[in-house]
């Protein structure tokens, strides 16, 4: 018998507790029953995005977010500002040339984070720009990118700060109104571990003020019509019923943890992935890893794709490779939504027994010892 460990960037682990809830009969949705529950999902999801304002829930995946991000709060011909620093980061590219908005593209080397005055500079050059656009965490990379800082550069502009925190939100701090965030986009499959489906949005004062002068064409995706819908808790279209149920279970664990305490289980996961991984010898490819992944240079010699396939094989671990440039070249490490500290014992050890199948020159249980150390708060 194998058991299957989900260790990628999402979908992530699905709690039974959830799966039980989402098996319960189904309701309608145009029902008290329903809007009790989405009443206690808005409120829930408002505290975990730390803001004033709503949270729009759409039935999509994450990219539906992304691109509700554009067409409600853009004109054809608008020009903005992208961060690429991944394949995520290219994304916001692809959707601007879908759009017809000109794309001013700061890149970012693979694995290093964008600097702010990069993009204040880039603000002073294109003082027409409406909007920077960047992920929380570039997920493609495991690079976590300066959002404080970057909302600080904007709050001085009239140029909207959008962030993709799909693979970030939940699991580490991202206070939208303290922070100044315009636009913050997420999704159900990642840190909040459920199956994928539902995408959020929440927008600013300032934000929902250039709302009013978007002429892109949208209809799905009309944050003004959801906002108008989902403030008498309902929807404007069918939503994914069993998510939204779903996701209230999702938002009780999270109250009854505590979002200070989510956020330092996820950090002190990463730093035990990460000691354990430098302890046998590896480099991390991130030069500011974020609390939601860990991504590692794969030793001389291996390549990063046929251990993780050889991971899975014989261990049932799953992990991912990376793309592009990097393609057998790192592999990433998950841990954020339903992990804890012996999650990642589990994959430290396995990723010590398939870097030694594969001939790689480690010392088996180095990278579980210094992970040990790690929780244990040893020095």
Excluded at 52 to 73: C, H, I, K, P, Y
Excluded at 265 to 275: C, G, I, L, N, V
Aim: hydrophobic content about 45%.
């Amino acid at each position: 018998m194998k058991k299957i460990r989900l260790l990628t960037p999402g979908p992530t682990p699905v709690p039974e507790r959830l799966s039980l809830r989402m098996a319960r009969p189904i309701v309608h949705h145009r029902s008290p029953e329903f809007e009790a529950v989405f009443a206690r999902v808005r409120e829930g999801l408002a505290w975990l995005f730390q803001t004033r304002q709503d949270v729009l829930v759409f039935a999509a995946s994450g990219t539906g977010a992304m691109e509700a991000s554009f067409v409600n709060f853009l004109r054809r011909g608008d020009t903005v500002i992208v961060v690429d620093g991944g394949k995520f980061g290219e994304r916001w590219s692809k959707v601007a040339k879908a759009y017809g908005v000109a794309a001013v593209v700061l890149k970012c080397e693979w694995g290093t984070p964008v600097e702010p005055a990069t993009v204040e500079k880039a603000l002073r050059e294109n003082p027409s720009a409406r909007a920077v656009y960047v992920q929380a965490n570039e997920s493609s990379t495991g690079v976590y990118h300066p959002i404080q800082q970057l909302a600080q550069v904007t709050a001085k502009t009239d140029a909207l700060l959008v962030v993709d925190a799909i693979s970030a939100l939940g699991a580490m701090p991202l206070p939208m109104d303290a922070w100044g965030i315009d636009v913050l986009v997420s999704a159900c499959h990642k840190a909040l571990g459920l199956p994928p489906g539902l995408a959020f949005l929440a927008a600013s004062d300032k934000a929902w003020k250039q709302n009013e002068a978007a002429d892109l064409p949208r209809f799905y995706f009309d944050v003004k019509r959801e906002r108008d819908n989902q403030r008498k808790n309902q929807t404007a279209w069918t939503p994914a019923i069993t998510l939204v149920e779903g996701l209230d279970e999702s938002l009780a664990m999270y109250r009854e943890e505590g979002l200070e305490t989510v956020f330092e289980r996820h950090a002190r996961m990463a730093r035990a992935a990460r000691a354990g991984m430098q302890a046998l010898g590896l480099a991390l490819f991130s030069k500011s890893p974020s609390a939601a992944m860990t991504t590692v240079n794969a030793p001389d010699g291996v390549d990063s794709e046929k251990l993780v396939k050889h991971l899975f094989k014989q261990y049932g671990i799953k992990l991912v490779g990376g793309q592009d440039a990097v393609k057998g070249k790192i592999f990433r490490i998950a841990h954020l939504g339903y992990f804890d500290d012996f999650d990642m014992l589990v994959v430290i050890g396995a990723i010590e027994r398939g870097l030694h199948d594969l001939g790689a020159k480690i010392e088996l249980g180095a990278g579980l010892a210094a992970a040990q150390r790690s929780f244990a708060g040893a020095k």
